[in-house]
DNA sequence: CTGCAGGCCGGCG
DNA sequence: CGCCGGCCTGCA
């Protein structure tokens, strides 16, 4: 089996990617390697010495996929160093985190994957996600195990309402019955919106059902890897007023000033700087 | 038993 | 516009 290594690369730790909050499927081993899905194939990686190896059960182009896929081609350590500049808090953050890199997902997966996540809690969404995965999506076997991959748009429109329902969903089932259907139909076009800027794809996601600002920008940076947006939920807005803001009450604290705040501080890539202060502050 | 978790929607002022 | 109550479900 061919597999793809990664030589040392201080801006790369297998538990701050896919622990810092940005994906649901990846799953630890009882090995410490991770398992996961990218795009239609299974893939595992784990930490040899300094190195990391990734094995898949289809060889076919599997470092061009994981090249795109953990956005190795974009220089995190001169990104963390401007960062750290900025202030003590950055600088503190970008260090706890300093293996972080921002995943490509799958645009579609993570559409629903983020409707699914409102008001809801991390252990409940990776088990809903699965449930999907597995009454609709496509079996993989790899290393003597079952996978499933996220279904596709096609896929998911058999389920029903009320079959959502009962996968877990609550009442976040039509929201995505409806943004189903709506890809399914082209009435919500994926493609389209793969060039164009921020604000036009950002538009476009708050249209549909389910689709609020903060979910929005979590697909605009998980999926469309657009640096340039800020997700505020309760722990950012928490670590933001704590450091910037410093007002009594943190859940009056305005968002869309948060999001402004953020702008201006950190650079243009302050998606990234999210994950950093997010990340930190959750593992307080 | 209440409270709450990575928000969003809909109704209202 | 901005604000606020209600919401599936599961776990503390």
């Known amino acids: 089996m061919k597999q793809f290594i990664l030589k040392n690369n201080k801006s790369f730790n297998l538990k701050d990617i896919f622990e810092c909050g940005q994906c649901f499927r990846w799953n630890k081993q009882e090995d410490g390697s991770y398992t996961g899905v990218i795009k239609d194939r299974v893939v595992n990686v784990k930490k040899s010495d300094d190195n990391f190896v990734f094995l898949s059960n289809n060889d076919e182009k599997l470092e061009n996929i994981i090249r795109e896929y953990f956005d190795l081609d974009r220089n995190y350590e001169n990104i963390k160093e401007n960062l750290s500049k900025i202030d003590e808090h950055m600088k503190i953050s970008v260090e706890y985190g300093s293996g972080i890199r921002i995943l490509k997902q799958d645009i579609w997966e993570c559409i629903i994957s983020f409707i699914i996540s409102a008001n809801n809690n991390i252990p409940r969404i990776k088990k809903i996600i699965e449930n999907i995965s597995k009454n609709y999506g496509k079996k993989i076997e790899f290393q003597e195990k079952d996978y499933y991959l996220f279904p596709t748009p096609e896929e998911l429109s058999k389920a029903t309402v009320s079959d959502l329902r009962a996968l ?83 859940t009056k604290v305005n968002k869309k000033q948060i999001r402004k705040i953020a702008k201006e501080k950190f650079l243009g890539i302050e998606g990234l700087a999210q994950q950093y202060l997010f990340y930190w502050k959750r593992e307080q």
């Open 168 to 250: 877990g969903l609550g009442f976040r089932d039509k929201r995505v019955y409806k943004t189903t259907q709506l890809v399914l139909n082209k009435d919500f076009d994926i493609d389209k919106l793969l060039y164009q800027d921020t604000n036009s794809i950002r538009e476009e996601l708050l249209k549909l059902d389910g689709v609020g600002e903060k979910v929005a920008d979590c697909i605009l940076l998980f999926g469309f890897n657009k640096f340039d947006v800020f997700p505020v939920d309760v722990w950012v807005r928490r670590v933001m007023n704590e450091l910037y803001i410093h007002d009594e009450d943190e």
